[in-house]
T-cell receptor, first 117, second 114 residues
């Protein structure tokens, strides 16, 4: 299993500002995933962060709004830019377990609860 | 893309009774079906999973069944306990190595009444 440290755990931000969320994994992983969980909702994949290449974004999510960095195999950041109240959500980073199918058996960080005023 | 539907959205059972949560998927190529449990304020955690070459899998009080023909799978919890209270998410993916997107269901909030 992977141990994932995510910070901040929560933040309250003003409209129009940006917040960067950090995710640190205790082992090297090829792919890291960023999810959004709106209040009482399911988990929606924002993007997949690959080391050495640009992140792959899912439909409805764009790089200008959610820029991602992946400087090495154990770390990634997600920035929520130009925030509005609709961005209020829990953001989770995730990695796959070790093995041939690296996206299976997902392990999640503790999440960042973001409130935008 | 894959679409996963999950029912019911909420479920209340008496302690000791069984709970069943059902999911359907749309992509017949999906072959990996995990279930995650998310306690209030906590991160989702994998509790059981099943691959398409297996019809049923058990782990103590929890079991998962899969009907590939009908494209649905279910989570069964027997002898429920208060600590089973949580939100449960089913998911589907075409996991076969490398990257395959995991699609989550909408979640079921299970309440076990002591």
């Amino acid at each position: 299993s992977a141990v994932i440290s995510q910070k901040p755990s929560r933040d309250i931000c003003q409209r129009g500002t940006s917040l960067t969320i950090q995710c640190q994994v205790d082992s090297q992983v090829t792919m890291m995933f960023w999810y959004r969980q709106q209040p009482g909702q399911s988990l929606t994949l924002i993007a997949t962060a690959n080391q050495g290449s640009e992140a792959t974004y899912e439909s409805g999510f764009v790089i200008d709004k959610f820029p991602i960095s992946r400087p090495n195999l154990t770390f990634s950041t997600l920035t929520v830019s130009n925030m509005s109240p609709e961005d209020s959500s829990i953001y989770l980073c995730s990695v796959g377990g070790q093995g041939s199918a690296t996206n299976e058996k997902l392990f999640f960080g503790s999440g960042t609860q973001l409130s935008v005023l | 893309g894959e679409n996963v539907e999950q029912h019911p959205s909420t479920l209340s059972v008496q302690e000791g009774d069984s709970a069943v949560i059902k999911c359907t998927y749309s992509d017949s190529a999906s072959n990996y079906f995990p279930w995650y449990k998310q306690e209030l304020g906590k991160r989702p955690q994998l509790i059981i999973d099943i691959r398409s070459n297996v019809g049923e899998k058990k782990d103590q009080r929890i079991a998962v069944t899969l009907n590939k023909t009908a494209k649905h799978f279910s989570l069964h919890i027997t002898e429920t306990q208060p600590e089973d209270s949580a939100v449960y998410f089913c998911a589907a993916s075409k996991g076969s190595g490398g990257y395959q997107k995991v699609t989550f269901g909408t979640g079921t909030k299970l309440q076990v009444i002591p």
